[in-house]
Nanobody, 127 residues
Framework: DFQLVESGGGSVQSGGSLRLSCTAS????????MAWFRQAPKMQREGVAS???????NYADSVKGRFTISQDNPKNTLYLQMNSLRPEDTAMYYC?????????????????????WGQGTQVTVSS
């Protein structure tokens, strides 16, 4: 079975840091593109960070300079290092498999093009 398992979420104060992890089973993450999305209550799911087909990381403007996406292929694990967290970063964070590298294009994220979602991990930032 193909499964994505996220971990690392939690509650932190503004300015704090968290590192999210997403380990895949039944799928090799290096065979396509991977991404992180988030969804706050009553809001649409939005892209946060991703790798494109050339392995170049891309970030939403709201997290540039604060978040870093990385992946460890031998461990088949995707990471999101989040620094200088703000209350507006509070959301459920989802790992995503983008097999054909279509979920990010021209500065825009397309969650409807994601192939597989993880179960999500909650991040809560208090002021």
């Amino acid at each position: 079975d193909f499964q994505l398992v996220e971990s690392g979420g939690g509650s932190v104060q503004s300015g704090g840091s968290l590192r999210l992890s997403c380990t895949a089973s039944g799928y090799t993450i290096s065979s396509g593109c991977m991404a992180w999305f988030r969804q706050a209550p009553k809001m649409q799911r939005e892209g946060v960070a991703s790798f494109d087909a050339k392995g170049i990381p891309n970030y939403a403007d709201s997290v540039k300079g604060r978040f870093t996406i990385s992946q460890d292929n031998p461990k088949n694990t995707l990471y999101l290092q989040m620094n200088s967290l703000r209350p507006e970063d509070t959301a459920m964070y989802y790992c995503a498999v983008d097999r054909y590298c279509l979920a990010y294009s021209g500065g825009w994220y397309y969650p409807q093009r994601v192939d597989v979602w993880g179960q999500g991990t909650q991040v809560t930032v208090s002021s």
